[in-house]
């Protein structure tokens, strides 16, 4: 079982770039590929991309590749999701979460942090 706690969102202009934060408490964390999913209010749920602990594998959605880049850093048990050229688009609630790597599916969810921006 892990929590999640995400942080860095806020208001940017389109182009500009932010770096979102999620820390990570809990044991075993080594079983989890973590991941960032977005949503703005009344539509669903949109994959970003993900990355495990014990490898830093990455994989991102198409409509973020090329712009933004998730990381960890083992030592701080914390993750990063870095956007570059930012999209009025990008415009979301932005959601740090993760799944036991044996899973397709996240199992914990941060509190969500607000990214956006304008034109």
């Known amino acids: 079982q892990v929590q999640l706690a995400e942080s860095g969102g806020g208001l940017v202009q389109t182009g500009d770039s932010l770096r979102l934060s999620c820390e990570v408490s809990g044991r075993d964390l080594y079983r989890y590929g973590m991941g960032w999913v977005r949503q703005a209010p009344g539509k669903e749920r949109e994959f970003v991309g993900t990355?495990?602990?014990?490898?830093?594998?990455?994989f991102y959605s198409n409509a973020v590749k090329g712009r933004f880049t998730t990381s960890r850093d083992s030592a701080k048990n914390t993750v990063y999701l870095q956007m570059n050229d930012l999209k009025p688009e990008d415009t979301d609630v932005y959601y740090c979460a993760a799944r036991d790597v044996s899973r397709s599916e996240f199992d914990t969810w941060g509190q969500g942090t607000q990214v956006t921006v304008s034109s």
């Open positions: 990355i495990t602990w014990s490898g830093g594998y990455t």
